[in-house]
Structures are given as C-alpha cells and as structure tokens.
C-alpha cells in the first residue's frame, strides 16, 4: 500500500488510454470526431474569411486560400428554371445553347443525368396539353402526334449530341443504382444467367424444341451449361425467365445451395459468348422481338461489336443501331431497350478501365446507366456523381473517386476533370486502395493522392456555397452574355426544390455540385487532408491523458482546471493549423481521454486527500493522547496544528533536560503510612508539574518522588534553557509553600533537588510493541539525572551545567560551583548553582558571589590558604552555606595532602 500512491496514477492513466483508444477504434467516438471535425472547419473558414476581408480592404487582392481560380459553378437556379423551360428537366435546346455559347471553356463538368432520351418524358401529359389548345379536338390524331412529338424531342437529342461532340470540353456523368459493398460473384452470376438466354436464343433448333418440347430443350441446354440433368427442373427454368433480378438472385443461390462446386464451374464457364454469336448474321428484325434480354450484358455487347468489326454491315448489331439512329420511336420495342442499354454499356468500356474481379473495399454498383448514346459517345469522359454523406449525421466530409461498376473502375466527377485537365487516361491509372492513386503523368512524373481502404479523400472545403468560387447563372450563360474561356465549369442544378441538397461540415443544406468542385480544388492544388497515422494518435491520446490527468493530480485546485483547459484550447488550435498544414488530428478521442484522465485524477486525487486527512485526524487524536498529559496543552495544540514539527518514529533534537526529586525521600517514606505517603506526594508532584507544564515543559515520566522532564520537544524551540531554568525556580518556590502545608499538616518537611543539562537527545515512540511511550534518551538524560545527585554533595537545590547557563545570556543569577567528572564519564563538566533572576540581587549576595568565585579561583590556583580565606568571608556573608564549607573542607585537605602536580581540579563524583 505505500509503493499505491506513487504508481496508481499512471496505473489509472494507462487504464484510461487503452480505453479511450479502444472506443475510438471501434467508432464508439465517430460522432464526436465528426462535430470537432467540423468546428475545426468552421474556425478555418472564420479566419480564412476574417483573412480575406482584411487584405481586400487593404488592395491586395493576392489569393489567401488554396483555391483553383478556374473553377466556376454555373447555376441552374430559380431564374434560369423559369426562363428556359419553366419546368424540370429543361428542354436539350437550353443545354444546345449552352455548350454553344461557351464552346471555349476548358471543362464543362454537368452534375446533371442525361441517361435518359427526351421522349422518356411523359408524352401523354403533352399530348394532353396540345390536345387542349386545339380549335377542333376531334380531328386530333393522337398517335400521329405522339410520333411527331417523339421524333422533334429525338431531333433535339441527336443535335445536342452533335454541339457536345463539337466543343469536345462536355463530361456527361453516369447514373447509379444501389452504390454498396462490393457483390462481383453476383454479378458475374446474373451474367451467366443471360448467357443462357443468349444460347437459347442463339440456336433456332433449340428455341424450336422449347415450345415443342420443352423437357429436352432443358436437358440439352442444361448439357450446354455444364450443369446434371438431374439439377435441371421447371424451377431453374422458371427463373431463367424472372425478368426481377433480386427473385432472380435468390432463386439461383437456392438452385445452387449445397453445390458449390457447379456453381464456380458455371461463373468460371468463359468464352461462350462470341462463338454463339458467329450465327447472328443470319437474323432478320423479327428475331429482334425474340431476343428479350439478349443485349442487357455486356459480353453480349462486347461480342456484338467485335461481330461488327470483321463483318461490318451484316450484323444484328448494325441492323439494331441503325433503327434506333433513324427512329427513336421503335425504343418502346422492349427488346430494343435493352439493346440500346447494351449499346451504351459498349460504349461505356472505352471510358473505364477493367480491373478484374477480385473483391476489395471499393463501393460498389451493380447498375450503372450511362447518358444517351449520343451523348455518351461526345463526353470526354464518363464519371458518376454519387456523393456518399456520412450515416451518422448525413453530412458530406468525404469523397468518393472511384467505384467498382461491374468488372469497370468509374471515377468521379471531380477524378475525371482532374484527369481530363492533366492528360491522363483511365489506363495511366493505378489504384492500391488504403494508400494512394497513383496518376502516371504525360511528362514522365507521378501524381500520388492519398485515399483509404475505399478510394476515398477527405474533401478540403474552401468555404461557404455562396462565399467561395465565381458563381454564374446558366441562363445568362446559355445565352452569351458572358464566356467561361478556359474556365473549369460546373453546372448544377440548385433550383428551389431540388433534392441534391445536403449537409456540409461549413452549412447545413447546400447543393453537392460544390463538393465535386471542392474535391477537384483538393485534388488540383494537392491540398489533401490525411488522417494521422495510428503511432501519432496514439501519441496525442496520450500526451492529453498525462497533461490532463497530472495537472489534476499535482497542481492546486485553482490552476488545475485553468491548466486543462488551456491545454484543452492549445490542442484544438493545434489541431487547426495542423489540419491547415494537411493532417487531421484526432480531437475526440484526445479530449475525452484528457477529460476522463482529469476527472478520474481529481475523483483520486480527492480520495487521496480524505485518506490523508484521516489518517491525520488519527494521528491527531494518537498525539493528543500521547501528549496531553505530558504537555501544556498551548503546546499540544501546536502540535496538533502541524504534526509535521515531531516524528513519532524518533528524531535527534538539542533539549533541556529536568530532573527532581525530594532530598532524603526514603527516610521520610519510612515514617509514613502507605495512604499518606501517597496522598503528600500526589500532591507534591502536582504543584511541580504544574510549572514544568506551565513552562511548556514535556513531563517524560514520574520514577517514584523523582520527575523527568525535557524542554524544547517535541517540537524544538530556541528558549528552552531558559524556561528550564524558569521551571526550576519556580518548583523551588513551590515547594517552599509546600512545606509550610505540610508544616501544618504535620507531615516531614520536604526539600527539592534539581539537575538541569542542554545537550542532544533521541526522543520518539519507545517500548515494545505492546506499549509505547514517548520519551527521550541520551548522554545528555543522563548527565542531568547526575546533576540532580551532585546537589547532595555541594548542598545546593538547582545544579545546571554550564552548557546550560550559555545558553540563558546572563538572564539568571547562578554560582559556579565547581568541575566535576561523573562516574562513568571521562570528560569534565563545569557545574554552577542556579540562585535566581538576574535582576533578583538580594542584600549582600553580590559580595558573596564575589568572595566565593574569588575562593574558587585561589582553589584551582593550588593557593590554598588564600582560597580558604575567601571562602571564610563568603560563608561569612551566608553561613548557612554549605558548599564554603565544603570548600574549606578541601582546603584543609589539599594543605595537609596536597594533590599530584597534574592535577586538574576537577572533581570526581564517585556515587550516582
């Protein structure tokens, strides 16, 4: 537990990355990636804008953004709707106009479907209208009109075909159907399916035994199919006529179930198509009216048009083409649909490039619909227009340019202009999904764009839809008032009304033909936005982690949010500039992390504190009992205000040690009973205590009449000499006012010794571990327990060393008495008497002390007979004294034995 503190917080905080980085992982923050995805957008265009105004009303109309200066949207909005048509679509004739007009135009990029021919509008609603505006409605021939009708509107689609063609700067995008995942063994499945109508259809023995006899007609084509005769039954060939092609699908995975192995021989079963197709020669329109379905693929397609090119003229390809070119109106032949559908999947091939059939994580179409023939044959390229929003929130951050159409790689609006202006071919394509496309460019150079696992780049958005690029009306366009010379235009259709609205990280509702001019500005300036790798944000989850998480737990409750937050804000900023520079970094992940980090530090950071103050109440309460009954309680609540001030444990200090205790204690004890005896010396101990306490003395222990205390601990002070010494006189007077009460209590008279000694101590917990007390011990305990002994000899009450006495600066009246070595001891002490206050003089004691140190001097001189004089004359002054006569004692001894002649003068005390 005591190693917990110091790794739990970066315990906890690892905790918190990993969770962090696995919730990111599995997209559990992808929606809050997106909304600071777009925040970070939002500040970019705000100084981006601010930027903007700024150099414009300063002159400088030097560029501030990444932008293509060629781009200009051309918008076919509410005017435009209402002066050329009046109604959607608008009539070819204003899209004639257009290319027409601005034939000089670098690229004209439609965001608009043309896979429709024009009489695919609704006839009957016009034949309606005509009908109404004539004079005479009975004489109106409603079928003769319906065929003029369709052959004006196929008029207008030949001749905008005819201007496109001319101007060679249109791309007509593709329209497709349930873009998703990847399903290329469906498809080719569906392919195989129509290749046995090809075979039936191809063989007029074999269509003639199906309407007369049918069983064989199944098992011969079923052989042809490479399938068991025993496989073949009205169910497979019930769905070989299931024009829906989901009950076609599920239908053939039923067939199939539980045999893999035939159903890989029949999508594996290649090269059929042109063989089958040799025969084709040889049919007549009418076999037109049979071939339900049998121009809908495109092997078909493509077998055909090989047919055409070694024998041109004599084909069911030719004859077919021929009648849709001369009249449009033999499209409402159902089989002639699908040979215009094959047609323009023909047509389609030379525009994109194969890429095999290999599954990966491209989008996917099984439908595409390319514009009309015409059209389709004048494009500079062919693209699709889907713009994928996010599931999420439905808003457009990326962009797709390229998906998987069939065995085909289409590219997008934006892909196929940037294509189209740099010189490169589908073919000088290279994709490795999750890196890069790679662009091999006419000059020999390389142009990587960086995509993901879905051919997909993150759109770099210059600005708002009405802020950013040149916009023109395509009415005024249409009509010349203006060119678009070498402009790169995209026309778009932004009419109230119009459903190709949605949401943008900058707007909440704008139309998509500004993302494929946003992507097409990503791509031409090479401005690209790149996701940062999983090392860097895994490196910025954690670097916000630890900031967060270490500001909560090491700074003060005041800076500690400011510091988060500031770091907080100093990632967000970072994040934009660096998304400036080219790189998103991850914002969600970082600052969740970072939050939960600060929160959990804070939550432990708090427990830690409320630990901490229980642990400190406890050991306030452990010092409030350890000490109350030793200490004044001033002193205990010093303590008790900073524990910190004594170690429990042990610690060395400089103190004042105290001993007392009562002269001839046994004898007296002796003389009285047991009760008595402690009732006097109760309160004995109490009246000496109670200064001792009073001089914020720490009250060690009582040994029988003898108390044992220190000055200046626990907690260490610079006077405890001084109050030492304080204690010491006032106990002396104490028990002056003891003895009278015990005087008329009738109880022995009692007097007090006291030995004082300054010098180091250990003082801490001591004892087992049973029981503990807080006391101290040392050299420095025992000599002033000695002390207090050495008043015996000297007849004195306070005996304090003379360490003691430096440190009391002349605050007392002392005497030096002598210097001794106690027993056990080697080194000398000088000992003084302590008298009383230095202010305190009373009559005749300075003449005292004077005669007396005046002695002591003589003594130690080895003059004898000249000390024993002074001592005479001080004892003189107080003859009470007994420390002159001890010395006269001395004096008589050293005259009669006088000692070595080394000797020192210090005196061996031989008894404790």
């Given at each position: ?206 269509y003639a035994k199906w309407s007369e006899r049918p069983k064989l007609a199944r098992l011969e084509l079923a052989q042809r199919l490479g399938l068991e005769t025993s496989r073949v039954d009205d169910q497979f060939m019930d769905l070989l006529e299931d024009e829906d092609e989901r009950n076609l699908l599920a239908k053939i995975e039923l067939f199939f179930q539980g045999n893999e192995e035939k159903m890989l021989n029949f999508l594996v079963d290649e090269g059929r198509d042109g063989e089958i197709l040799r025969s084709f020669s040889e049919f007549t329109p009418v076999h037109l009216k049979r071939a339900r379905g049998l121009m809908q693929s495109r092997e078909t397609a493509q077998a055909l048009y090989e047919l055409h090119e070694s024998q041109p003229g004599s084909s069911l390809f ?171 235009v995209f026309v778009g259709m932004t009419a109230t009304g119009t459903q190709d609205l949605n949401p943008t990280p900058l707007e909440a509702r704008v139309p998509m033909v500004i993302s494929h001019a946003n992507a097409f500005n990503t791509l031409s300036t090479q401005n690209f936005l790149i996701p940062a790798g999983r090392a860097t944000s895994l490196g910025c989850l954690m670097g916000a982690c630890l900031f967060s998480g270490l500001s909560a737990y090491l700074l003060s409750r005041f800076w500690n949010p400011l510091s988060a937050l500031a770091g907080f804000a100093a990632y967000i900023i970072g994040s934009v500039v660096t998304m400036e520079q080219g790189v998103i970094l991850p914002v969600a992940a970082p600052l969740t992390g970072g939050l939960l980090s600060y929160l ?313």
């Amino acid at each position: 537990m005591k190693s917990l503190p110091k790794a739990a917080p970066f315990l906890l905080l690892g905790g918190i990355v990993l969770l962090t980085y696995g919730a990111a992982r599995w997209g559990w923050l992808t929606r809050l990636e997106n909304v600071t995805y777009d925040i970070r957008f939002a500040i970019k265009d705000y100084f981006s804008l601010t930027a903007l105004l700024n150099r414009h009303q300063e002159g400088d109309e030097g560029d501030v953004s990444q932008q293509d200066k060629r781009i200009v949207f051309c918008n076919i909005d509410d005017a435009a709707l209402e002066e050329l048509g009046g109604q959607w679509p608008l009539p070819r004739k204003a899209y004639l106009d257009f290319l027409n007009h601005q034939s000089r135009a670098h690229l004209i990029l439609f965001d608009i479907l043309f896979h429709e021919y024009s009489e695919s509008v609704d006839i009957d609603r016009q034949l309606d209208e005509l009908q109404t505006s004539l004079t005479e409605p009975s004489g109106f021939k409603r079928d003769e009109a319906a065929w003029r009708i369709r052959k004006t509107l196929a008029g207008a689609d030949d001749a905008l075909a005819q201007s496109a063609a001319q101007a060679r700067n249109a791309v007509f995008p593709a329209f497709l159907w349930e873009v998703n995942a990847s399903g290329l063994a469906m498809e080719q499945l569906k392919s195989r399916i129509r290749q046995a109508h090809l075979i039936l259809l191809s063989d007029p023995s074999l269509y003639a035994k199906w309407s007369e006899r049918p069983k064989l007609a199944r098992l011969e084509l079923a052989q042809r199919l490479g399938l068991e005769t025993s496989r073949v039954d009205d169910q497979f060939m019930d769905l070989l006529e299931d024009e829906d092609e989901r009950n076609l699908l599920a239908k053939i995975e039923l067939f199939f179930q539980g045999n893999e192995e035939k159903m890989l021989n029949f999508l594996v079963d290649e090269g059929r198509d042109g063989e089958i197709l040799r025969s084709f020669s040889e049919f007549t329109p009418v076999h037109l009216k049979r071939a339900r379905g049998l121009m809908q693929s495109r092997e078909t397609a493509q077998a055909l048009y090989e047919l055409h090119e070694s024998q041109p003229g004599s084909s069911l390809f030719d004859l077919a083409k021929g009648y849709l070119v001369q009249d449009r109106q033999l499209l409402s032949d159902p089989s002639l649909r699908h040979l215009d559908k094959a047609l323009r999947d023909l047509y389609t091939q030379r525009h994109l490039r194969k890429i095999g059939s290999g599954e990966n994580g491209l989008p996917f179409s099984h439908k595409i619909y390319p514009p009309i023939l015409g059209l389709l044959e004048a494009s500079r390229g062919l693209c699709h227009v889907t713009v994928t929003p996010d599931p999420l929130d439905g808003k457009v951050r990326q962009y797709n340019l390229v998906i998987q159409a069939g065995d085909r790689l289409l590219p997008s609006l934006a892909l196929s202009a940037l294509l189209l202006d740099l010189g490169v071919t589908m073919d000088q394509v290279h994709l490795d999904p999750g890196r890069a496309l790679t662009l091999d460019l006419p000059d020999g150079s390389r142009r990587v764009i960086p995509i993901d696992e879905s051919g997909r780049i993150y759109i770099n958005w210059q600005g708002r839809w009405k802020s950013t690029y040149r916009h023109t009306s395509f009415a005024e366009a249409s009509r010349g008032k203006f060119s678009l010379h070498a402009k790169i235009v995209f026309v778009g259709m932004t009419a109230t009304g119009t459903q190709d609205l949605n949401p943008t990280p900058l707007e909440a509702r704008v139309p998509m033909v500004i993302s494929h001019a946003n992507a097409f500005n990503t791509l031409s300036t090479q401005n690209f936005l790149i996701p940062a790798g999983r090392a860097t944000s895994l490196g910025c989850l954690m670097g916000a982690c630890l900031f967060s998480g270490l500001s909560a737990y090491l700074l003060s409750r005041f800076w500690n949010p400011l510091s988060a937050l500031a770091g907080f804000a100093a990632y967000i900023i970072g994040s934009v500039v660096t998304m400036e520079q080219g790189v998103i970094l991850p914002v969600a992940a970082p600052l969740t992390g970072g939050l939960l980090s600060y929160l959990l530090m804070l939550a432990y950071r708090t427990w830690m504190e409320t630990l901490r103050l229980h642990q400190e109440k406890e050991r306030t309460e452990h010092l409030s009992r350890t000490f109350s009954s030793y200490l004044n309680p001033v002193v205990v609540q010093e303590i008790l205000k900073d524990p910190n001030n004594i170690k429990l444990g042990g610690q060395n200090l400089e103190a004042t040690i105290f001993f007392s205790d009562i002269a001839g204690f046994t004898s007296i004890a002796e003389t009285l009973s047991t009760a008595r005896l402690v009732a006097l010396l109760n309160m004995y101990l109490t009246e000496m205590s109670v200064e001792i306490l009073r001089h914020d003395g720490f009250l060690d222990k009582y040994i029988g009449d003898c108390i044992m205390a220190g000055f200046g601990i626990p907690i260490a002070t610079s006077n405890h000499a001084v109050q030492a010494c304080l204690a010491a006189l006032a106990n002396q007077r104490r028990a002056a006012g003891l003895r009278q009460k015990f005087h008329l209590m009738k109880a022995p008279e009692i007097h007090v010794r006291i030995g004082i000694h300054t010098g180091p101590v250990i003082c801490g917990n001591m004892g087992s571990e049973k029981r503990l007390d807080y006391t101290m011990v040392g050299d420095s305990v025992n000599l002033a327990s000695r002390l207090e002994g050495v008043n015996k000899v000297y007849g004195t009450g306070i005996i304090i060393s003379e360490t003691t006495a430096r440190l009391t600066e002349g605050r007392f009246r002392t005497r030096r008495l002598d210097r001794i070595r106690v027993r056990g001891k080697k080194e000398a002490y000088d000992i003084l008497e302590l008298r009383g206050m230095a202010d305190e003089i009373p009559d005749g004691e300075k003449q005292f002390l004077e005669r007396f140190h005046e002695g002591l001097d003589r003594f130690r001189d080895r003059d004898w007979p000249l000390a024993a004089q002074h001592f005479h004359a001080a004892f003189a002054l107080q003859p009470t004294d007994a420390t002159c006569l001890l010395y006269l004692e001395r004096c008589r001894e050293n005259t009669d034995r006088p000692p070595e002649a080394n000797w020192d003068g210090v005196h061996e005390i031989r008894s404790k």
